[in-house]
């Protein structure tokens, strides 16, 4: 069996020859898998602390105060986002990503 393996240049021959075949799919998904975990510890996948949570959620609501003042309310969607940020915890880098994404998104749709 080792000469007639040896005769095929690739397993994806070998196991062709007999009959099988292996999609490159499932490996292609988790390398990219692997590289989206690798790419987010890297980039501030760090989870805040209740207290910096608590924090957060202070400044918030004194900046909606202010903003209220200055008669720019946050809408609904907006309060839902910055709670959901709270609540699963997102650093601080990570909810500036999100929000810069968002603008980039909002900037390409207006003309």
Request: hydrophobic residues 45%.
């Amino acid at each position: 069996m080792i000469w007639q393996a040896s005769r095929f240049s690739s397993q994806g021959q070998l196991l062709g020859a007999v009959g099988l075949s292996i999609s490159p799919l499932p490996f292609l998904v988790l390398g990219a898998v692997l590289v989206y975990r690798i790419l987010m510890l890297k980039t501030g996948d760090k989870l805040l602390s209740p207290a910096e949570v608590e924090a957060a959620r202070k400044r918030r609501l004194e900046a909606m105060a202010l903003q209220e003042i200055e008669g720019n309310p946050l809408d609904a969607e907006q309060i839902a986002m910055f709670e959901m940020f709270e609540r699963e915890r997102w650093s601080h880098e990570k909810r500036r990503e999100y929000l810069l994404a968002r603008a980039r998104e909002a900037a390409k749709q207006d003309p």
